[in-house]
């Protein structure tokens, strides 16, 4: 049973992680085209690059969106996989009828 929960957690982990991924890269592309944009638009050089910094800033924030992400998803499925186990039974306590301790 653990086994089986441990790779439906496996399996969770890798979906959500290719998610990021796959948000990570629009947001990318996202912000290579409006750089381009931006580019076009532009008529002096500080213009243009200021466009190409605040590119690769969005490309970097991406990156380590994804990043944190991915060790959101490794957190929760490791909290997925430990498991607390309770036992129910005897406690320790004895009680006899009869005889006389002392």
């Given amino acids: 049973m653990q086994t089986g929960k441990n790779a439906a957690a496996s399996v969770k982990e890798s979906a959500a992680n290719m998610a990021a991924s796959a948000k990570s890269g629009m947001d990318k592309t996202k912000a290579t085209l409006q750089e381009k944009g931006e580019k076009m638009t532009a008529h002096d050089p500080m213009q243009k690059e200021m466009a ?13 969106e994804k990043q944190a992400k991915h060790e959101q998803n490794a957190a929760q499925r490791q909290a997925a996989g430990t498991t607390t186990h309770s036992t129910t039974g005897v406690t320790g306590h004895h009680t006899t009828t009869g005889g006389t301790y002392r």
Avoid: P, S
């Fill in 52 to 64: 190409r910094e605040k590119k690769e800033e969005r490309k970097h924030e991406a990156e380590y």
